[in-house]
């Protein structure tokens, strides 16, 4: 069965400091990524995806993800962390037209 | 703007209560899906639907059923609710042309079972 791991349910950073949250899938066939975020009490909103051509990926709010199909890995990444990204992220995997999850990283950002 | 529209944010049922979580997307997506999100789990899928009224277990069925009568409307329905029940459960949609569609969702049913 395909799976989605995350490395660290909890990641701490100061503000202004780099945000790495790691993703990687299992699959010998490269999937759809997709980078979800979700804020207290709220569903969970696109903050990029990943489907065919450039492998580093621009979303919302200064993120980005980069696809390495060599490690199963994709990454996501913020240069400057700000206060307000204090949330919960999760990677998904798309196949056809099924969803994995991964388990989800906690993201708390201190001043 | 687009929109998944989950009837109830937070609901209290007793054990053994019949339990509806209704779900309107306006995007005229085909598919639908009902996800239940548990602390360390991630998002697990449920049920989903491809089509009126079609519908597919996903990978934790037990103890739920769905309904799908109009393509816009996707409810779930627990039959007699139990403690272990007791989640946040996510509706979302996806159209069902190509598979890079990622997914919209609801802003979710936080449901608690006494």
């Known amino acids: 069965a395909q799976s989605v791991t995350q490395l660290g349910s909890h990641v701490s950073v100061s503000e202004g400091a780099l945000v790495l949250l790691r993703c990687n899938y299992s699959?010998?066939?490269?999937?759809?990524l997709f980078w979800y975020v979700q804020y207290p009490n709220q569903g969970l909103q696109l903050l990029l995806k990943?489907?065919?051509?450039?492998?580093l990926v621009k979303g919302i709010n200064g993120f980005e993800a980069e696809f390495k199909k060599s490690e199963t890995s994709f990454h996501l990444t913020k240069p400057s962390a700000h206060m307000s990204d204090a949330a919960e992220y999760f990677c998904?995997?798309?196949?056809?037209?099924?969803?994995?999850f991964g388990p989800g990283t906690r993201l708390s950002v201190l001043p | 703007d687009v929109k998944v529209t989950q009837s109830s944010r937070y609901l209290v049922k007793r054990t053994g209560e019949k339990v509806f979580l209704e779900c309107v997307q306006d995007?005229?997506?085909?598919?639908m899906f009902w996800y239940r999100q548990d602390p360390g789990l991630g998002l697990r899928l449920i049920y989903f639907?491809?089509?009126?009224?079609?519908?597919e277990k996903g990978d934790i069925p037990e103890g739920y059923s769905v309904s799908r009568e109009k393509k816009e409307r996707f409810s779930l329905i627990l039959e007699s609710a139990s403690t272990n029940q007791t989640s946040m459960y996510l509706c979302?949609?996806?159209?069902?042309?190509?598979?890079?569609?990622?997914?919209?969702f609801g802003e979710g049913s936080r449901l608690t079972v006494l």
């Open positions: 979302a949609s996806s159209s069902g042309t190509g598979n890079t569609g990622e997914l919209f």
């Open positions: 699959s010998s066939v490269p999937p759809y």
């Open positions: 990943y489907t065919t051509g450039a492998t």
């Open positions: 998904a995997a798309g196949y056809g037209q099924n969803f994995v």
């Open positions: 995007m005229d997506h085909e598919n």
């Open positions: 639907s491809y089509d009126v009224k079609m519908k």
